[in-house]
């Protein structure tokens, strides 16, 4: 600064006169501009309407236990603004025109030697500028990123040698392929991105049910944690959260309705969910079965004082009528947002344990198969 400071005593006139060049103008930073845009089908309940908009370093790995990708700093950060459920907000960082060698990553692919790369990404920070779970995550962008080639690489591939990239990504069949490239334009560079990182309703915001075969009188219905079914209470203690969300009472139709579902309590949101450990994946979760059950004790909850549960009538977690589970996903890292073009979705989702993630519509039916 001192020294910018110092060049600015001199007149453009001494400029030319001392060192015979007229310099171009310096470029400090790329302009990255763009717009957080919030869906109307995201829940819109944040602590803020600022959040913090990154560009956010991250780097793919691969072990025997298959690939994993790897969050780092942001390079760049800025704000959002106002935002509003059905609103896009503009924002703008400055990038710096080469990342740090920190930043540089080697792969053994053949096409690039090494590189960096970068997603946009925001988030409601908790006051340390960092992407953590402690924070709400509003949204990334993974179908598209932002690269930075070094060493050796395809020339064919990034035409205009150590720069920044733009490469886009779509899924086939599962499989994420490599779309387009595109070098970035002189000083400027826009990269929009959506909010698919808050929680998704969809069809699970009014919730009905079905329950066969004929339930009792005053039969409820709610949801309960499919984790703990036949393991946790084996010595008798009960869980150190409440294993149950939503209650409704079955009407003489057999059907029962939870509105809205909202969501899941801190407790109940984990990192351990059917046997596995999510933290890597930047998820926590709760994976409920609806269950039908004989409230008797008449006080409107599925009672499960020392291990004893209520009677159970009717689950939705059989066979005969294709097994569902309600799940709800909960980002704590942006890992997480590398799921995302595979189908993934934040909130609440219906799952079929053998068929993966399936459409809301009809009630989930709860029968008394396998019970
Ligand atoms: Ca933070
Ligand atoms: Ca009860």
């Not at 400029?15 to 310099?23: A, Q, S, T």
């Not at 792969?107 to 960096?116: F, K, L, P, V, Y």
């Not at 591939?157 to 490239?181: M, N, Q």
């Not at 979760?285 to 599925?302: I, K, Q, T, W």
Request: glycine share 12%.
């Amino acid at each position: 600064m001192i020294l910018l400071l110092g060049c600015n005593l001199l007149t453009e006139q001494d400029r030319i006169d001392r060192l015979g060049v007229v310099d171009e103008p310096e470029i400090a930073a790329l302009e990255l501009s763009g717009q957080l845009t919030v869906p109307q089908s995201r829940v819109w309940e944040v602590p803020d309407s600022v959040a913090t908009v990154g560009l956010v370093h991250f780097s793919f790995g691969g072990t025997e236990d298959g690939e994993f990708v790897t969050i780092g700093e942001p390079l760049a950060l800025g704000e959002v603004e106002d935002l509003a459920l059905g609103a896009s907000r503009p924002y703008r960082l400055d990038v710096p025109l080469v990342p740090p060698d920190e930043d540089f990553v080697d792969w053994d692919g053949s096409e690039i030697e090494r590189g960096a790369t970068y997603m946009i990404g925001s988030w409601f920070d908790d006051g340390d500028g960092l992407p953590g779970d402690e924070d709400v995550f509003v949204g990334g962008a993974t179908d598209q990123y932002l690269i930075y080639p070094a060493g050796e690489f395809s020339t064919d591939l990034f035409p205009d040698g150590e720069a920044w990239y733009f490469v886009t990504f779509e899924v086939v069949d599962g499989r994420s392929r490599l779309r387009d490239v595109y070098t970035v334009e002189d000083d400027f560079l826009v990269y929009d991105h959506d909010a698919n990182m808050l929680p998704h309703m969809g069809g699970a915001q009014v919730q009905s049910f079905i329950v066969e075969p004929d339930s009792p009188d005053d039969a409820r219905v709610t949801l309960f944690d499919s984790d703990l079914i036949g393991s946790v209470w084996v010595d008798g203690d009960d869980p150190p959260w409440k294993p149950t969300h939503g209650e409704a009472t079955v009407g003489a139709d057999g059907r029962a309705t939870i509105a809205p579902l909202g969501r899941p309590e801190d407790e109940q949101l984990r990192t351990d969910v059917g046997g596995e450990d999510t933290t890597a994946s930047g998820v926590r979760a709760v994976a409920y079965m609806a269950v039908a059950y004989d409230d008797a004790n008449g006080n409107g909850l599925f009672d499960t004082d020392r291990g004893a549960l209520e009677t159970v009538y009717a689950t939705s977690y059989t066979t005969d009528a294709g097994a569902r589970l309600l799940v709800y996903y909960e980002a704590i890292g942006f890992e997480s947002a590398f799921l995302v073009p595979y189908g993934f979705d934040f909130g609440w989702n219906l799952v079929a344990p053998d068929d993966g993630v399936q459409e809301w519509g009809n009630p989930i039916v709860l029968d008394d198969q396998g019970l």
